[in-house]
């Protein structure tokens, strides 16, 4: 299974940017997903995870309000919608696979994405 991530961008502050998380070599209708990042100089940190069939969803503090989590099994996809963006969001933004335990801890996944690079700045 392969993961590409796709939406990232320079955006301004207050605005909104749509991250996608599209598999290759396999299906996502198995794996809950979730998305993380990591600012330069700051260790990686979950952000948002979704389980299998969408049944469980869940969001750092930090973003609570401002992101969205949802999946498209459909099209192999899972979205991550983000709104009112803020500098302090500012990373690299990865997706990864795994069971719902690990994408909760980010530790043990099975696959990882490369990342796309969000930037907030005026």
């Known amino acids: 299974l392969q993961l590409v991530e796709s939406g990232g961008g320079l955006v301004e502050p207050g605005g909104s940017l749509r991250l996608s998380c599209t598999a290759s070599?396999?299906?996502?209708?198995?794996?809950?997903i979730g998305w993380f990042r990591q600012a330069p100089g700051k260790e990686r940190e979950g952000v948002s995870c979704?389980?299998?069939?969408?049944?469980?969803?869940n969001y750092a503090d930090s973003v609570k309000g401002r992101f969205t989590i949802s999946r498209d099994d459909a099209k192999n996809t899972v979205y991550l919608q983000m709104n009112s963006l803020k500098p302090e969001d500012t990373a690299v933004y990865y997706c990864?696979?795994?069971?719902?335990?690990?994408?909760?801890?980010?530790?043990?996944?099975?696959?990882w994405g490369q990342g796309t690079q969000v930037t907030v700045s005026s």
């Open positions: 990864a696979a795994g069971i719902w335990r690990a994408v909760l801890t980010g530790t043990e996944l099975d696959y």
């Open positions: 070599g396999g299906t996502l209708d198995y794996y809950a």
């Open positions: 979704i389980s299998v069939e969408s049944g469980d969803l």
